[in-house]
C-alpha cells in the first residue's frame, strides 16, 4: 500500500484522499509530500472530478505535520528543497477550483491544521484537536497557517494559539465555525462523502464559478466583489448546463450536467 492512496467513488466525480502513514500519525514527508503534489495535479486535469475529500489513516491522527524524524539533520538546502515542495503542495489546495472537504480524523497539527484548514471546509471527529505549535519547535507556520487561522477564530484566540502552541479542541473549533460538522468517528468518512455527492450532482462550471467568486471575491471591497461574481456569473449564463437546469426543472426531473468548463 501507498502512502497516499487514492479512492475515487460515483464513476469518478469524488476522489477521497487518504494520508496513510498513520504509524507516524500520518506526519509529512519528502515521499508524501511529492504523492500529493502529483494527486493534485491530476485532480486539476481531471474533468470527471467534481469535488475531493482529504483524511488520514488511522483513528489517532488526520495529520501531524513535518515528519521530524526526517527533518532532523537536514542541511539547510534539503529544507529549503523540500519546503518549496509542501508550500506548493497546500497552494494547490488552496486554489483547486473543485471543492475540497476536509475530513479531521484526529490530531491536525503543525501543516496538518494547515492542510485542514486550506481544504473550503472541514468536518471532523469530537475529539480532534487542531493547533500550530511551531514556535515550540524554533519556526512558525509556513505553509499558509498564519493567514487561515485568524480567518477563523477572534483575533486575539488565533494569535494565543499560534504564540503559545496550544491546542483548540473540536468543540471550540465547531463553535467558531473553524469545522462545519462535528461526527462520530465511525461515520466521518461517510458523512463528508455524502456532502460530495451533494455537490457532486450540481453543474460542474456552476459549482467552480461559485467557489471561485466567494474565494476571490470575500476580501474585495464589496462592489468589486460583486464585479467578480458578475464575471462568473456570465460564464454561466452561455454554458449548456444553464439551459439544461431550466429544461430539467421544467419537465420535473434531475439534470443532466455536463463535465466540461
Known sequence: MGILLEEKLDDGKISV???NRPEVMNAFNTALGGELNSAMDAIYD???????????AGDRAFCTGGDLKERN???PEQWARQHRLFEEVHR??????????SAV?????GGGCELALSGDFVYAVKTARFGLPEVTRGIIPGVGGTQTLGRFLPRGRAL???LTGCHLDAEEAYAHGLVNRLCEPTTLLEEAITTARLISKNSPLAVRMAKKA????IDMPLEEGVELALECYNRTVTHPDREEGVRAFNEKRQPNF???Y
Open 73 to 75: 539533520g537536514m542541511t
Open 160 to 162: 494565543e494559539l499560534m
Open 258 to 260: 455536463v463535465d466540461i
Open 46 to 56: 481531471d474533468s470527471l472530478i467534481r469535488v475531493v475529500v482529504i483524511t488520514g
Open 92 to 101: 494547490k489546495i488552496r486554489q483547486c477550483p473543485k471543492p475540497v472537504i
Open 214 to 217: 466567494f474565494r476571490l471575491g
Open 17 to 19: 484522499l487518504t494520508l
Open 105 to 109: 480524523n484526529g490530531y491536525a497539527l
